[in-house]
């Protein structure tokens, strides 16, 4: 699904309107009729509603929005905050015809001293700005806002929350925007709400289809989207009937030290669930009787190091090495990868240690294989490219990296950002907070290894394992509370992903 920025959207709802075509009039009922029935199934019938209207379109949905409920029969009070006294020309249509109705309270509100009276029981519907949104928001705005902030009612935004920008809002301040329990999206997720910083403005967000031109979506170009489970079942090879396992490929890893052979144990475990056809791991020789005993499927080589890895032996045979997971940052661990970087021209899977090891040599970076993958939390990658303030400069900042290093970068994070050297982003839209637990990451490098080892090039192997590392944790959480998953339950329920995955496949063409 793409992402477009604010200024896009505005193209494809024109291109929308004249070519369906429809009046701009009725693709505003048509989006605020979308709202409203997503608030009859989520309100009692019993619910109070306090519109909030502000001059532009959203007001306009907004507007709509309020008749919609009255219709239906909810108490609703409606106001539209016109301190310019300028309206757009829906906004204007839809004012026209509010006034008419006796079905509901409705006020145009000019005195910026003017506060409604907002009760905690009540649901707020913020139309006061969308993507029209030009500058940061000042009074009487910022004290209006604050006024429904402070209410405890349920706030629901019209496709943003307002004082939001869509894109950018490294210049904005979170407490001069609204906070909403729900945001309703026309037809696109905005990137703004894919940023740890803005969940407190955004709340809770669902995308609503209002029927824009498919050809306007088509023609727009984006470098965002977001992963659906549609395009990631698309890019699931079939297992054919006649396979073997010498197909499938021979996945290396290579990690671990002592007192962290698990989270190569966590790799290898994940890795073998993962489609691959055979696995070596190579740990120190301290480790080497825990991996066979705790995963006999694996061969081992046990490094000539008693605690760490000295050095990596990769056979002709390889088709993919994965190196991080618990390997320490010794001296000999950074010697292992520096001699590997050198050395090997097999697609890498680059995490943890491995990443820090990088931060503490950036002229290694060069010598990374085409087709790699690195996958750094926040704060591996900011010592991989310096601090970041924010979530949006962070993304900015791997799409550089990526760029200029040529390689797929997995940004990990509640919505996982996988970006390719041209700069392209998916965000993923599987997981949940039960997945920030030990050895969660270990797991996601073992299935994308696996991936890779399977032949699928560096941004499929991302985008699809990290959907899947992330169907796998929500799998396990249909059973298990947050706070109880562990990273062993992720990959208990990887095979269960694969199966909805590739059941939604099947769904597709019969
Ligand atoms: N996507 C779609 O296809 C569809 C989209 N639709 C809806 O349209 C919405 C976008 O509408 P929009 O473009 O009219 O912009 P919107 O945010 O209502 O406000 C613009 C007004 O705000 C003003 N203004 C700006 N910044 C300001 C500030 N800081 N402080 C004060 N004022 C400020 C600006 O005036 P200015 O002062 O800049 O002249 C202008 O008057 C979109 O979010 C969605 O809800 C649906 O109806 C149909 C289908
Ligand atoms: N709130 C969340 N929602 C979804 N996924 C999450 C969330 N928190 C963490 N994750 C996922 O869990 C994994 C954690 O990886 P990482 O931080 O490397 O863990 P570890 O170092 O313990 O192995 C990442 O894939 C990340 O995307
Ligand atoms: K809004």
Redesign the pocket.
């Known amino acids: 699904m793409k992402i477009p920025a ?1 200024y896009q ?2 193209g ?2 024109a291109y ?1 309107i004249e070519h369906e075509p429809v009046s ?1 009039a009725d ?2 009922m ?3 009729g979308t709202v409203a029935e997503w608030l009859w199934q989520h309100v009692e019938y019993d619910t109070s509603f306090k519109v909030m209207a ?8 907004a507007l709509v929005v309020a008749m919609l409920l009255a219709k239906a029969g909810f108490n609703v009070e409606c106001f539209l905050f016109n301190y ?1 006294q ?3 020309p ?2 204007a249509f839809y004012k026209e015809e509010i006034a008419k109705r006796t079905n509901l309270r409705f006020a145009e509100v000019t005195d910026p001293g003017f506060r409604p009276d907002i009760k905690a029981d009540e649901w707020v519907i913020d ?12 009074e009487p ?1 910022v004290s209006l806002i604050r006024h429904i902030n402070t209410s405890d009612a349920t706030v629901v935004s ?3 929350p ?2 939001l920008f869509g894109e950018d809002n490294r210049q904005n301040n979170p407490e001069h925007c609204i906070h909403a329990t729900y945001t309703l999206s ?2 696109f997720p905005k990137l703004a709400f894919l940023f740890a910083e803005n969940s407190k403005v955004v709340g809770d967000w669902q995308v609503l289809p ?1 029927g ?1 031109h498919p050809k306007a979506i088509e023609k727009c170009q984006t470098a965002y989207n977001f992963a659906t489970r549609e395009e990631m079942a698309q890019l699931l090879k079939p297992k054919d009937k006649f396979a073997h396992k010498g197909i499938f490929g021979h996945a290396l890893l290579a990690g671990g030290s002592k007192g962290k052979i698990g989270a190569i144990v966590l790799a290898a475990k994940s890795c073998l669930r993962s489609g691959v056809g055979l696995l070596t791991v190579q740990v120190p020789a301290s480790g080497n009787d825990i991996l066979q005993i705790s995963v006999p499927e694996a061969m081992t080589i046990p490094d000539e190091g008693e605690n760490t890895i000295t050095a990596v032996q990769i056979g002709e045979k390889i088709n993919a090495v994965g190196i991080g997971c618990g390997m320490g940052t010794s001296v000999e661990a950074a010697q292992a990868l520096h001699q590997l970087l050198q050395t090997c021209d097999k697609p890498m899977e680059i995490d943890a240690d491995a990443l820090n090891i990088l931060a503490q040599h950036p002229e290694w970076i060069k010598l990374i294989p085409t087709n790699s993958i690195l996958t750094p939390h926040p704060a591996e990658f900011d010592r991989l490219a310096g601090k970041s303030a924010t979530g949006y400069e962070r993304l900015e900042k791997a799409r550089d990296f990526a760029a200029k290093n040529k390689v797929t970068v997995v940004l990990k994070g509640a919505y996982t950002a996988v970006i390719n050297a041209d700069g392209e982003v998916s965000f993923n839209s599987t997981g949940n907070p039960g997945m920030a637990t030990a050895g969660s990451g270990d797991t996601l490098t073992g299935i994308l290894v696996a991936l890779q080892a399977q032949g699928y090039q560096a941004f499929d192997a991302a985008r699809l394992g990290v959907f899947l590392h992330g169907l796998a944790g929500d799998i396990a959480a249909r059973t298990i509370a947050f706070e109880s998953i562990t990273a062993s339950d992720i990959t208990a329920s990887l095979g269960f992903a694969f199966n909805e995955l590739r059941s939604k496949t099947s769904n597709k063409h019969s």
Do not use: V, Y
């Open positions: 604010s959207i505005k494809i709802d929308t701009s693709l505003m048509r989006a605020a502000g001059n532009g379109n959203n007001g306009g949905d310019s300028k309206l757009s829906d906004c139309g006061l700005f969308g993507t029209g949104l030009n500058r940061p928001l000042e705005f019209i496709d943003i307002s004082g026309f037809q209002i824009l």
